[in-house]
């Protein structure tokens, strides 16, 4: 069984469809904590690592063999919690990150959040240095977009996202920072990879369950 840490409810209907499209007979465990990303947001990702560490503990207890971290936010939390958690713990982005810098030097980030900016910026760092790669990452944040994400507004939400990744040039990719931004791909006409976690990310996540 793979368990998954979500900051939103709306992450459940996606990754269950990824599930039964690509990973049939895959168990899921969704736990949904929102309070952990507002916290994170607050106060910095730290402030929620005693309550991700029992929240992976209650993964384990529930029979998991690995956990996937659904929040880019708090995806570098989520593993260096790992240690105590005796399974995988595996943050949604990272097969993300490792696609950006083999696509190419010039990277650029989409987040609607600001508090994904820095961990993901980050993490694509730490990828290049373990592909021996140089990077030139850039940073957008897509303007309105969040807003329109907690009032509901889907469509409008994926639709600045997309103007968004549409408006970008110099680049070899586009990282889709969220998974939440994952749909607007289906409308981006950039001529670059345009890169989303979920798909990638549920994948390693299934691997290590299955080894675990």
């Known amino acids: 069984m ?27 465990r969704h736990h949904v904590d929102a309070e952990l990303l507002d916290r994170a947001r607050r106060e910095g990702p730290e402030a929620v ?11 384990v207890a529930e029979g998991a063999r690995a956990v996937l971290c659904t929040c880019s936010t708090i995806g570098a939390v989520a593993e260096a919690a790992a240690d ?11 097969p993300m990150a490792a696609a950006a810098v083999a696509a190419g030097p010039r990277v650029v980030v989409l987040a609607a959040l600001e508090s994904t900016l ?7 760092g730490e990828e290049a240095r373990r592909a021996g790669r140089s990077v030139e990452i ?7 977009a969040w807003p329109r994400f907690e009032a509901g507004d889907t469509e409008g939400y994926l639709r ?19 998974a939440s931004m994952a749909p607007a791909r289906e409308s981006i ?23 675990g």
Request: net charge neutral.
């Open 189 to 211: 006409r950039a001529a670059v990879p345009v890169l989303a976690s979920p798909a990638p990310g549920l994948a390693a996540g299934a691997a290590a369950a299955r080894l």
């Open 49 to 59: 690592t005693e309550d991700v560490r029992t929240l992976l503990r209650q993964a």
């Open 138 to 144: 850039r940073t957008l944040l897509v303007d309105g």
């Open 84 to 94: 105590g958690a005796g399974v995988p713990v595996l943050r949604v982005d990272r």
């Open 118 to 124: 820095t961990p993901t910026v980050a993490l694509i």
């Open 2 to 28: 793979l368990a998954l840490l979500h900051t939103s409810p709306v992450h459940v209907p996606v990754f269950d469809a990824l599930r039964d499209e690509a990973h049939p007979g895959l168990k899921l």
């Open 160 to 178: 600045l996202v997309a103007e968004a990744a549409d408006a970008v040039t110099h680049a070899d990719a586009i990282v889709l920072a969220q």
